[in-house]
T-cell receptor, first 114, second 115 residues
């Protein structure tokens, strides 16, 4: 079955702009999580969506937001971009129910803010 | 709150040598533990996971890990390393939150393999 698909793979944006990243989960997975990966901070959890509702949230400012659609696809938006937002943004999907299952990751979107 | 420590930032081994990557976790309840591997510019691939039962877990690509509750450790091992194993390795502990197990990752260990 198809894996987690993230688009686009690469983005270059200017400070102050906003950006939207997309994630299509594995078919049947209802949970989508987003992570930011930087050399300085490592992998940090942004938020998780399940059945179109944000279920968990990490410690990021309100400029970072997301949503999930009825087909479980998810988008992440970052407004008023800062240089420090340059990172690899990873999306992961899982079944999301209380059965313990692992998260499957996409290849990520590399965002560069200039 | 849960946390994961990977004490080694870089590890260098020769091809064919054995490998052990260290991982220590902090979590108040029964831990759910994972090892992921990341090749340059790629996402994370799950190598193995521990939820319960046998403390020695077998994964893909010939990797195994042993859960030791008394030492709060979940070290990753491989008896003979191949050049293609060069990558970044992440240990993670999953905490149940609202029905999902949200992994908290360590800072990663970069594996360098010499021919």
């Amino acid at each position: 079955k198809a894996g987690v698909t993230q688009t686009p793979r690469y983005l270059i944006k200017t400070r102050g702009q906003q950006v939207t990243l997309s994630c299509s989960p594995i078919s049947g997975h209802r949970s989508v999580s987003w992570y930011q990966q930087t050399p300085g901070q490592g992998l940090q959890f942004l938020f998780e969506y399940f059945s179109e509702t944000q279920r968990n949230k990490g410690n990021f400012p309100g400029r970072f937001s997301g949503r999930q659609f009825s087909n479980s696809r998810s988008e992440m938006n970052v407004s008023t971009l800062e240089l420090g937002d340059s990172a690899l943004y990873l999306c992961a999907s899982s079944k999301g129910d209380r059965d313990v299952t692992e998260a499957f990751f996409g290849q990520g979107t590399r965002l560069t803010v200039v | 709150a849960q946390s994961v420590t990977q004490p080694d930032i870089h590890i260098t081994v020769s091809e064919g040598a054995s490998l052990e990557l260290r991982c220590n976790y902090s979590y108040g309840a029964t831990p759910y533990l994972f090892w992921y591997v990341q090749s340059p510019g790629q996402g994370l691939q799950l190598l193995l996971k521990y939820f319960s039962g046998d403390t020695l877990v077998q994964g893909i690509k010939g990797f195994e890990a042993e859960f030791k509750r008394s030492q709060s450790s979940f070290n990753l091992r491989k008896p003979s390393v191949h050049w293609s194993d060069a990558a970044e390795y992440f240990c993670a502990v999953g905490a149940l939150a609202g029905g999902s197990y949200i992994p908290t990752f360590g800072r990663g260990t970069s594996l360098i393999v010499h021919p």
